[in-house]
């Protein structure tokens, strides 16, 4: 009986040991795997970076009137000398909100240069243009419980010539000031 | 022979105890150390990618492929086409302008390797050329591989290698890897730098 009470001591002791183990290695795994804060800065950085430097003529032959990779089945920009975050403020100026969506989804979501460990929004005067159909970033999946986010934001204005079929006038039109950021968290 | 029952199931508890204790040591010094070994490859993280990018930008190297984040196709050529370090060190110390580039890369602590690459928005890698990329295998048995086919990072590759992860070979313990975004020839691409890194000594 005796003999017996030390052997459910023994297992007990062992299952015990092995639950321990397991759970400190999980915890340690978990970690090694994380991404880096450093990633994400300069994820969230960069993207806002790269949309303030690409000009729109990368991606237009304005004497053909076409553009394409990001641009493609946009209208053709206004100011021919915008950025591509300028164009986007010129897109907003026109109430062309899906726009601003398909241009981050060419440009930046479809485009292998995110991280894979991140996930990517872009918002612009607090709304959200990026991923399509969600309004906050706190209704994504994910979101709240990412232990990494990092945020990234310009301010951002400009201005165009808009001539009107109807006006022989060439109307100079400024927009802005908007406030651009891409906002990244780990997954 | 009650006492004799309480004294093993005491020494039983005791050792379980020592063990559990000596088991929390263990593994508080081995997390300890690997804590430790985060930090340093953080900070060598931070130090090399946040050094390379200042270098390629700064107009003091001669040859900048990179402006603005555009690609000038010129220039990249030039810098893929020059020895990271020459067996002869060229008279005019700016003319080694790889080495410069990624001079001081390193971290003390960590023998460090490079290999820079493009992936197109299909997800394939556009070589540098006839190569897949560019960057430094320093050291003997040290590459670094990318592609399908275990190219190697200076190796030729097709016009449009199916891209996947990039891996360091088993000589390194240690990788990262950071992009960019960038233009090249028109097209959004994503500027690599895969850092394969080993404890030096």
Known sequence: MKNKKGYYLVIDSLIAIAILS???????????NSPSQIQGENLAHDTLSFLASAKVSDFCDFELSICWGPLTNLEIPKNR?????????ELKKNGRQGSITDLIENSVANSHILNQNFNFTFMLDGSLFYPRGITKPEDINGYKSSPLVSSSSRIIFGHYDDQ??????IQFENWGPYTAEARVWAK | MQKRGQVISFDLVLSTFIFLGALMFILYQIDNASFQKTQDLSFAEGSVINNLWLNMKNPAYGQTFLADSHIDEAKLQIFESKAYRDAVPDQNFFNDQKSLVLHNLGVAGFAVDFCLYFVNGSGNI????PKAGTGQEDNAGMEIFVGRNDVRCEGAIGSNEPYEDPHCSQYYSHAFIDSRPVIRNREIMSMKILVCAKEAG
Do not use: H, M, V
Request: charged share 10%; glycine share 20%.
């Open chain 1, 22 to 32: 397991i759970g400190i290695f999980l915890i340690r795994g978990s970690l090694a």
């Open chain 1, 81 to 89: 000398n915008n950025s591509l975050l300028g164009y986007i403020g």
């Open chain 1, 164 to 169: 009107l079929p109807s006006d022989p006038f």
């Open chain 2, 126 to 129: 556009k070589g540098i050329g």
